[in-house]
């Protein structure tokens, strides 16, 4: 299944993904924006089969592309120092396991039915779902 499109979201946990941020210690003030940058941000997504590029449009620090390939570990600079991750796609869903320059750790499922995109995330023993629409 394909995961190219303009996704937006769709129905968002606000209260959850800040306890999701807190749990992976970022500051405060991050935590603060959340509902605003939950509110703007929408995704544009390219499958390539064997990796994808997609652009996060409207984050805090600008439109932020990325190209990443399944199956193989990468490091990415994030605003809060690096992050290790690897993606594989299962079936209609996509797993990924990141690594935090901090040594917190999260798991990511996104699990596409149709044009919608259920993505629960979890660290610390909190899970928070999010649902996003494919324009």
Excluded: C
């Amino acid at each position: 299944m394909s995961i190219s499109g303009t996704w937006r979201a769709l129905k968002y946990d606000v209260e959850g993904m800040k306890k999701f941020y807190q749990l992976l210690e970022r500051p405060p003030e991050f935590i603060e924006k959340v509902p605003e940058f939950l509110a703007k941000i929408y995704y544009t997504t390219e499958d390539k089969g064997d990796s994808f590029t997609t652009t996060i449009h409207n984050t805090p620090d600008g439109d932020q592309v990325k190209t990443v390939k399944f199956n193989e570990e990468f490091e990415d600079e994030g605003r809060f120092g690096k992050v290790k991750t690897k993606l594989v796609r299962e079936g209609n869903k996509i797993v990924s396991n990141e690594t935090y320059a901090n040594g917190k750790t999260s798991s990511t499922i996104r699990e596409l039915n149709g044009d919608e995109m259920t993505v629960t995330m979890s660290t610390g023993g909190h899970t928070v779902v999010n649902v996003f629409k494919r324009d």
